[in-house]
């Protein structure tokens, strides 16, 4: 028994100095987080004086950073040709892509707005390489139609 007692004498003698240290660490903890939340609404209190300030601009063309990933390229096909007889233009796109982001990046990449935007989901075709049976990934074809008088300059040179 004399032996248990000791052992819970010697825990208690250095629980004590750890229960000090940290409640130490606690205080020191809260005195650093009261100064970055200063300096956090300082921060804040910035920017909105310069939203405040600042107008926001608005240009001609509107800028669309996803384009590049939106757009994979344009379709140069000999049905993709006869189609712009029509006014409208191939691309291949991403196949996360939707309607709303291809006509965003059209307008943002070569400045002129999609009227309608159609979606086809293609299915990879299915190749040969000798005994070897594969398939193509899938992709998507956007067909982009744009008004009258309007034009994308893709073809030429082809």
């Given amino acids: ?23 130490v660490a606690k205080e020191e903890k809260k005195a650093v987080s009261a100064e970055t939340e200063m300096s956090m609404q300082e921060l804040y209190a910035a920017d909105t004086q310069e939203k405040k300030s600042g107008r926001a601009k608005k240009s001609a ?24 007889a029509h006014n409208q233009y191939a691309f291949v796109i991403s196949r996360a ?12 990449v070569y400045g002129v707005k999609a009227l309608s935007v159609n979606i086809i989901s293609m299915k990879g075709k299915a190749v040969t390489r000798g005994r070897i049976k ?12 744009l008004k009258k ?5 893709i073809y030429e040179g082809v």
């Fill in 134 to 145: 594969g398939q193509r990934k899938d992709w998507k074809k956007a067909i982009v139609t």
């Fill in 149 to 153: 008088g309007e034009s994308i300059k």
């Fill in 61 to 84: 063309t509107t800028r669309y950073d996803g384009a590049f990933r939106v757009l994979v390229k344009p379709l140069i096909t000999e049905k993709a040709t006869e189609l712009s």
């Fill in 97 to 108: 892509a939707n309607k709303i982001e291809v006509a965003k990046a059209i307008q943002a």
């Fill in 1 to 23: 028994m004399a032996l248990f007692g000791a052992k819970q004498n010697n825990q208690a003698k250095t629980a004590a100095p750890k229960a000090k240290k940290a409640t």
